[in-house]
C-alpha cells in the first residue's frame, strides 16, 4: 500500500511539471497547427518516448552519471538549445514572411491538405523525441523527484508502474494537446492568425534555447 502512495505522490509531481508550458508544449503546438491531427499525435508519442527513456535513465543511474560528467551534459545541453532556437527562427520567419494567397486559400485550406506519408510521421515522431532528449533538465528533474520519492528497497513492479506511468502521463498530456490545436475551430482561427502565433511560437521558443544554454 505504501508503494502504492509513493506512485501516485510521483505521478501528482509530474503531472506539475507536465502542465508547465515548456519546449514539448510549443513543439507540439506547433506541429499540430498544420492541420493534420495525426502529425500532432506523433510528436506526442515521441515526447511520451523521451520523458519515459529519461525516467528511465534517472532509476537506472545513467542520468546522475551525465549531470557529472559536465562536458557530456553541457554538450546535450547546447545541442538542445541551439535545435530550440533554430526551429524558433523558422517560426518568427514564417510569422513575418507575408503570403499573398493564405487569406484567398484559407477557406479550402483544410480540405486540401495531403495525406500524411511515413516519413512525415517519422520527422515528427523524432521531432518530438529529440525536443524531449536533448532537454537534460529532464534527467535532473527525475533524479530529484526519484531520489526524494523511491523507497529505499522497492518492488520489480513498482519500477515497471513508474515508467508506465510517465509513459502514459506525458503521451496523454501532450496528445491531448495535438488534439485541441489539430480541432477544426481551432484550425480556422490559426489561419487567420498564423503569422503572430507562429511569431510568437518562434519567439518562446527561442527564448527557451537561449535559457537552456544559459543554465548550468
Same mark, same amino acid.
Not at 93 to 106: I, K, T
Not at 186 to 189: E, L
Given at each position: 500500500m505504501h508503494d502504492f502512495i509513493t506512485l501516485i505522490q510521483i505521478a501528482a509531481v509530474y503531472s506539475l511539471a507536465l502542465v508547465s508550458p515548456g519546449p514539448n508544449f /510549443?513543439?507540439?503546438?506547433?506541429?499540430?497547427? *498544420?492541420?493534420? +491531427?495525426?502529425?500532432?499525435? =506523433? #510528436? @506526442?508519442?515521441? &515526447?511520451?518516448?523521451?520523458?519515459t527513456l529519461w525516467a528511465a535513465?534517472?532509476?537506472l543511474g545513467f542520468a546522475t552519471v551525465l549531470q557529472r560528467i559536465d562536458w557530456l551534459y553541457n554538450g546535450v545541453r547546447i545541442a538542445g538549445a541551439l535545435?530550440?532556437?533554430? /526551429?524558433?527562427?523558422?517560426?518568427?520567419?514564417? *510569422?513575418?514572411? +507575408?503570403?499573398?494567397?493564405? =487569406? #484567398? @486559400?484559407?477557406? &479550402?485550406?483544410?480540405?486540401?491538405?495531403?495525406?500524411?506519408?511515413r516519413l512525415d510521421y517519422l520527422r515528427t515522431w523524432r521531432?518530438?523525441?529529440?525536443?524531449?532528449?536533448?532537454?537534460?533538465?529532464?534527467?535532473?528533474?527525475?533524479?530529484?523527484?526519484?531520489?526524494?520519492?523511491?523507497?529505499a528497497h522497492p518492488p520489480l513492479w513498482f519500477y515497471g508502474a513508474v515508467l508506465a506511468t510517465v509513459a502514459a502521463m506525458s503521451f496523454g498530456w501532450h496528445c491531448s494537446i495535438a488534439f485541441l490545436f489539430a480541432d477544426d475551430r481551432?484550425?480556422?482561427?490559426y489561419r487567420r492568425l498564423r503569422r503572430p502565433i507562429d511569431a510568437f511560437c518562434g519567439v518562446a521558443l527561442v527564448g527557451l534555447g537561449v535559457k537552456l544554454a544559459a543554465d548550468r
Open positions: /510549443f513543439m507540439v503546438t506547433q506541429l499540430s497547427l *498544420g492541420g493534420q +491531427r495525426a502529425l500532432g499525435v =506523433a #510528436s @506526442a508519442f515521441g &515526447v511520451g518516448v523521451g520523458s535513465l534517472a532509476m535545435y530550440l532556437v533554430w /526551429f524558433g527562427i523558422k517560426l518568427v520567419r514564417s *510569422g513575418a514572411r +507575408r503570403d499573398p494567397a493564405a =487569406a #484567398s @486559400a484559407a477557406s &479550402v485550406a483544410a480540405a486540401t491538405l495531403p495525406p500524411a506519408s521531432a518530438g523525441l529529440f525536443t524531449c532528449l536533448t532537454n537534460p533538465k529532464g534527467c535532473v528533474f527525475w533524479t530529484s523527484v526519484f531520489a526524494a520519492m523511491l523507497p481551432t484550425q480556422r482561427g
